[in-house]
């Protein structure tokens, strides 16, 4: 029985979990370099160093049964000597070697028949002149950072050029995707292979980043089976254990295409805390740990609202934050950070709706902890 779970990072998806483990008698033991990172507050031991330190993961080793991930920043190479010394890490690291650049995980994905955009590695000149494209970096992107839409081979150059030289051949190109919706879905693997995928979300980027989550239900029925297929396919193609996070473009034909993958809890999935039988963070350490995974089903419609930076300050906006737990079935998560910025999640707010909420119902509500939250 796994009772001690490592996990390395300790930023708000580690310290979400802290009521799962609770719940489930598990004891948390963090690695960090960061003692103001929210999940060192949770922690029953902290080890203090960089994410990509393996040195520092087989301390960490040391003080538990197994090892999770809160984010992909790590050094894979040296953690897989670890796992051939009998490091039991979920999902395993073979499992998130396909995953972790963004152009394999494409050839990946295309390989086993996922549909995803066109792409290729974006390595040298001379470059496709049909625009707009997308850059993405191929490691480390995250929250929009690392990504551009390209709209002609003016802009294309003139982000090159800014580009250090050692960056100017890890990029991945695709193509602009005029998509109706982006998408999104939480799905989790046993150990001994049972799967269980939640339900379908609409996701709502302001500046790239994840800004707003609608969980209703009346996303077409055809769109949700190709979600639901492709999530099952992938985790059993890699043998995966734990839960991941899959966005997709929704195109005008109603076909869908991955876009990225995150192996691991994801912001998509935070409304889960409330509005779902089991929490993505409570899933994420049942397949840890070798439990039964639990009950995936919707309790009621939610929409959920990141609290993003949106200046830079030292401030708990504490005036702002009691105005939103004032919100009727509102349900208000302060990550405790001590430093806001433009685009940093701070915090998130899910309202749970009434049983027949729909879309428009969703985006009135996310409209009202807008209006509380940023400058008018």
């Not at 003692?35 to 080890?47: G, R």
């Not at 480390?140 to 050692?166: E, R």
């Not at 269980?196 to 709502?204: D, G, I, M, R, W």
């Not at 409304?271 to 009950?295: H, I, K, W």
Request: a negative charge.
């Amino acid at each position: 029985m796994v009772q001690r779970v490592g996990v390395i990072g300790g930023g708000q998806l580690a310290w979400m979990m802290a009521t799962a483990a609770q719940k489930l008698n598990i004891e948390l033991i963090i690695q960090t370099p960061y003692p103001t990172d929210p999940a060192v507050s949770i922690a029953t031991h902290t080890v203090f160093a960089p994410i990509a330190d393996a040195t520092a993961t087989a301390e960490l080793a040391a003080h538990c049964d197994a090892i999770t991930f809160e984010n992909e920043f790590v050094d894979l190479e040296a953690l897989l000597k670890l796992e051939d010394q009998g490091v039991q890490f979920y999902p395993s690291l073979r499992s998130l070697v396909p995953l972790l650049d963004k152009y394999e995980q494409r050839c990946y994905l295309r390989d086993r028949g996922l549909p995803t955009p066109e792409f290729t590695a974006l390595t040298e000149i001379p470059y496709p002149a049909h625009f707009p494209i997308v850059l993405k970096a191929r490691r480390h992107g995250y929250d929009g950072q690392g990504t551009f839409v390209v709209k002609s081979q003016d802009d294309l150059a003139q982000i090159l050029t800014a580009l250090p030289d050692w960056l100017k051949g890890y990029w991945l190109q695709e193509e602009f995707v005029p998509f109706e919706r982006e998408l999104a879905v939480m799905a989790a693997r046993s150990r001994s292979g049972e799967i269980v995928v939640y339900p379908v979300v609409e996701t709502q980027q302001e500046n790239q980043v994840c800004q707003r989550v609608l969980v209703t239900q009346d996303i077409d029925q055809a769109v949700v089976h190709q979600v639901e297929t492709i999530a099952q396919t992938l985790l059993d193609r890699l043998s995966y254990v734990g839960i991941m996070g899959i966005e997709f473009f929704l195109n005008k034909a109603g076909q869908v295409l991955v876009n990225e993958t995150a192996p691991r809890t994801h912001n998509s999935g935070h409304y889960s805390l409330d509005a779902c039988v089991t929490s993505q963070f409570e899933q994420q350490l049942r397949a840890v740990c070798g439990l039964p995974l639990g009950n995936p089903a919707l309790t009621a419609p939610a929409v959920m609202v990141n609290l993003l930076g949106y200046e830079t300050a030292e401030t708990d906006y504490s005036e702002k934050r009691q105005k939103l737990a004032q919100i009727p079935n509102g349900h208000l998560y302060w990550y405790g950070k001590s430093q806001a910025r433009p685009g940093r999640k701070l915090g998130h707010v899910t309202v749970l709706l009434s049983a027949d909420a729909d879309r428009s119902q969703a985006l009135k509500t996310a409209q009202t902890i807008e209006s509380i939250w940023y400058p008018q």
